[in-house]
């Protein structure tokens, strides 16, 4: 045998094999399809938060000359299509028949032979509102007397949705009376979102001849959007194919159907012909699902000594007017459970009421981790709290009560069994990589001279990868993902998965993946996804689900065909199979390392006029579903270094040390893409972003112009580092690294803040800490955030 | 009206409506979908070509206004087939990751490096402040824009026959 390669792992930062089409232009997104003879949509959205309709006069737009049709709520009411389920099994208007429940709510439907004549005759439709007392403040909904909101659903009287609780009570309180220390804290998450540069949108095309619809649509999850199309539309389900092209960013809005895909699709069929809606800028922030909007009241129990004894958590969770909330059924607040964060406690409760209010639906849609992010927030600021009033250093207290390597698997108090974990070797990794102790010092002779300078840490547990199908499903679809792999004679291998990157980089980590099971080339796995077509069931990309659960099946089922290769080698070595190994990416008999078979080799034997064992029909190619034994639980530990400026407030990010453990890395070039990301979210959130409303509902955050994102000059020169500790349950170790750094980092923002500004004494502020917010603050009158 | 607009070297002469915004002509008209939508409102820098030799936001551009004008976009960014070094940066430094704002932020990067070759991280990120970026955190496009200023200082260096390129 002549001399062979040495043998590398697969796993390293290679380059993305995605970006040869983007660089030059040649990405495909929704809004870059072109079918001929396509009509394009456009949506009449409300005005006004809260109104009855009491007419819809059409007839100008339907005379325009080149509008194709004009759809309303009646239109879609006469189809039984007027209110479409959401994935919180609640419903939502698709167009509005009785009256309109939040600004920018949907209308009327539009199909014309261009963009700009469906935006034209927008503006000839006649919409007759009878103005309605709108609920705007959360905190008031649930006032007797209030509005009621959702009055479409037969004897509603208030404006509740449901009361979720975890932990024990009784307990919690019992630790509470014990205590020597109780720190309470009311907070607001303000409601913010995920604003991906790429709009919604869809393409819908019937071929009126073979009945099949098919859709370009901007989906994390074209699987599950196609089963419930289906279920709902009455279309048969081998009819539907949904196509998720290049998506310009998700973060978890583009999870849920939204009205105008519904709107496309039903113009398609009444039109004979594509139809392509996009929403604008204005339509995605104040329509699409946005996230948070949790006003919390904490509350943290410890010993003098500053041992964390317990925490109790009340919640009000508002979710707009309709419950559009993407999550698995049985967690209507999320993982909001994992609110015990990192920490040795004995007890905890919490509890959340969710309303409705007269704003946009949605609650579980950027980078959250299923409501993983308001959880962190809120542990990590009453710890931080705690520290305060203990006068102990934030670090060191954190450092006393954080979750010991002896401890895993861990179950919280509220149920969560935590995988693995070495926390105090990665705080100190982070406090090294700060320099803590010489921060602290600069800290101490900045303040002599009256400068602001903060310094916050966040240590935060994130809860990922979706889920054991007994525990987890949405619309009753459980949450496992498919996995195909073939293998051609050549070597050469396709995979197609059920997950759909909208920038993660899945064609190149999942090739990663199966090219260090199978020994072959990265560039030799053709990954498919985003099609379904061509790809398995499976629930798709949110809550950081890819790497753990597709990741694992794409792992599964290559380790499937190596196994089935393994027959096949036996064979042309004339060995048997028990006396193979694989080792250096091929299998070799043991011993005898010289005697051996690549993939390459084997898969081309297969497929030839090799008599083949039994246990081996002619290919090596295999299919499996990963169903997930338990959540992955990656973790980390953030410092930020702010400066403030006294006089105006404004806060400058100096420094921000991020150590994330996401157990194995396969790419880590993409890993660390992935954490700078989320970490630029957690400045913008706690510094600028906020989707507010006056009093009218009128949404003040309906343009990039007022809903203000970080840029390249907000954002400091990100530091990263890390540690590994191995998921014990996944295949290949990993945990998912794809939300870490928006669930941790908003907090270690904050933190920094509110240490910068103790010398006026201020406790807490609420995000975003924009400059207006932190003057307010130091004056000693810190404001609500999500009220104009 | 009729507008003649050159676009990556090529004339294309089209009947349009004066209100047509040039993004729009770009995409719709000539099927050069590389440039891309993000926000009207001139924030994001999705849309960003050159008229002429500058930088501008093509949403709030009208064709018309283009007429008789040069326009350059990421489909015209690599000459002869051969990848801009801003290109390949991009590449090698994952300067991208859902690939919506990078052409607009390529061709910045290509005006800033003509302009100074060899530009301070500040200077880069005080450079693309006009443009949105909600994938990279900013890290990965200042080191892919640094990593085109290193290249092309070491093809000059090498003279205009050489290059390690």
Known sequence: MTARQAYLSAYGPVRRKEDARFIRGRGTFVDDVQLSGMLHGAILRSPLAHAAIRCVDTAAAQAHPKVKAVITGETLAARNLAWMPTLSRDVQAVLATDKVRFQGQEVAFVVAEDRYSARDALELINVEYEPLPAVIDAERALDPGAPVIRDDVAGKADNHIFDWAAGDKAAADAAFAAADVVVAQDMLYPRVHPAPLETCGAVADLDEVTGKLTIWSTSQAPHAHRTLYSLFLGLPEHKIRIISPDIGGGFGSKAPVYPGYVCAIVASQLTGRPVKWMEDRSENLMSTAFARDYHMHGEIAATRDGTILALRVKVLADHGAFNGAAQPTKFPAGFFGMFTGSYDLRAAHCQVTGVYTNKAPGGVAYSCSFRVTEAVYLVERLVDLLARELDADPAELRMKNLLRPEQFPHTTPTGWEYDSGDYARTLQVALDAAGYPALRKEQAERRERGELMGIGISFFTEAVGAGPRKHMDILGLGMADGADLRVHPTGKAVLAVSCQTQGQGHETTFAQIVAEELGIPVDDVEVVHGDTDRTPFGLGTYGSRSTPVSGAAAAVVARKVRERAKIVAAALLEASASDLEWGGGRWQVRGDPAQGKTLAEIAMAAHSGLELPEGVLGHLDADTVYNPPNLTYPYGAYVCVVDVDPGTGVVKVRRFVAVDDCGVRINPMIVAGQIHRGLADGLGMALMQAITFDADGNCLGGSFMDYLLPTSVECPSWELAETVTPCPHHPIGAKGVGESATVGSPAAVVNAVMDALKPYGVRHADMPLTPANVWSAIQGTPVRTDLA | ?165
């Open chain 2, 1 to 165: 009206m009729q507008i003649t607009v050159t676009v990556n070297d090529a004339a294309f002469t089209r009947e349009v409506e004066p209100r047509l915004l040039l993004i729009h002509f770009l995409r719709d008209d000539l099927g050069l979908t590389g440039s891309h939508w993000g926000c009207d409102t001139s924030n994001c820098g999705a849309c960003v070509v050159w008229l002429d030799e500058t930088p501008v936001k093509s949403c709030t551009v009208l064709a018309a206004m283009a007429d008789g004008r040069r326009v350059r976009t990421v489909e015209g960014m690599a000459a002869g087939g051969r990848l801009d070094p801003v290109q390949e940066g991009f590449v090698q430094c994952h300067g991208l990751q859902c690939g919506f704002c990078t052409p607009g932020m390529m061709l910045t990067a290509r005006w800033l490096l003509d302009h100074n070759p060899d530009p301070t991280a500040e200077e880069i990120r005080e450079a693309l402040s006009g443009q949105v970026c909600r994938c990279t955190g900013y890290e990965n496009i200042v080191r892919a824009v640094q990593w085109a200023s290193r290249h092309e200082a070491a093809g000059r260096d090498a003279g205009p026959a050489g290059g390690t390129r």
